[in-house]
């Protein structure tokens, strides 16, 4: 498909109309995204369909982890980002974009993925939103395919593109870095009100699970992680939150998160979330128990399956009716995971 989302503008530009951003292009510029583009009046994609990396990965590793726990998933990545998070953990991507990569056409990506025998890709590593017509005929072709389709993203999409690409995505994760719409938009580059309607949107058409990077300094986290774990609980209190630990990278030095921040931060959302995780912390494992009798449903090491003692849920309707829901497989006990 053609560029998407953009609007003319006086004397030749155009406005991209994808995100809050709203950047005005004259000919020959780049949006704050890096990758879209005004050439001679007409918008541009040059970056679209060149991937920064491709991988099969834990499915954990996105993270999502009650969504086909244990499988594999076909990652690709690209250039760009509409955001400037000073503490970017992969801003060698995010930050810069890189000439003559090889276009993969999204026909030859969904194959590519099928070879794979992973039973989903997922579009990540950098922000693929800004991709968006790319991203968009990749996920369609992907569940033609048999394919869940997965973004993992920082939800910075405004409204219309956000509700028409979330029609064609099975799983999201989605970042949400703070609950500061100040240190959004001064420090981060982003608009904390769009991200949350994205979070609105999300919930109603696909698995979401959030991640927050608990970047030290970056907010009063036991006051923002109440706020994040209550605006999500008043969604969905079944939303799983990952407490992800900090390390320095890019433009910021701070020391990394400590485990005992995150531990008492994971106290605090789960009085309001029923599943709350510690993660990128060395050594930290992971276990859901079933409701009823206590038995580990998923019980994990690093982002491999220990054990599994999950069985299919027939009378559970998730967001996608092409997924199955999950019960205990020891006392049969409904359990809010989507398995195969």
Known sequence: MGPAWFSGGPEGRIVCELCPHHCS???GAFGLCKVRGNSGGSPILPFAGRPSSIADDPIEKKPLYRFLPGSRVFSVGFFGCNMRCPFCQNWEISQRTVKNVPYVAPADLIDAALK???PSVAFTYSEPTVHFEYVLESSRLARKAGLRAILVTNGLLNAGPAAELLEEIDAVNLDIKCFS???YAKVLGGDLEVVLDFARTAVRS???EVTTLVVPGLDEWEGAIARISSFLGEL??????HLSAYHPAWKHDASPTSPGLLERLREIASSRLESVYVGNVGG???VDRCHSCGAALVERSGYGIVKKNLARNEDFTPPSSTHAGARCAVCGHPEFFIID
């Open 236 to 241: 969905s209190p079944h939303i799983p939150l």
């Open 25 to 27: 292009l004259g000919d």
């Open 116 to 118: 794979s025998g992973s």
């Open 206 to 208: 696909s698995w979401l």
């Open 181 to 183: 719409p100040s240190v």
């Open 284 to 286: 930290k494992s992971a």
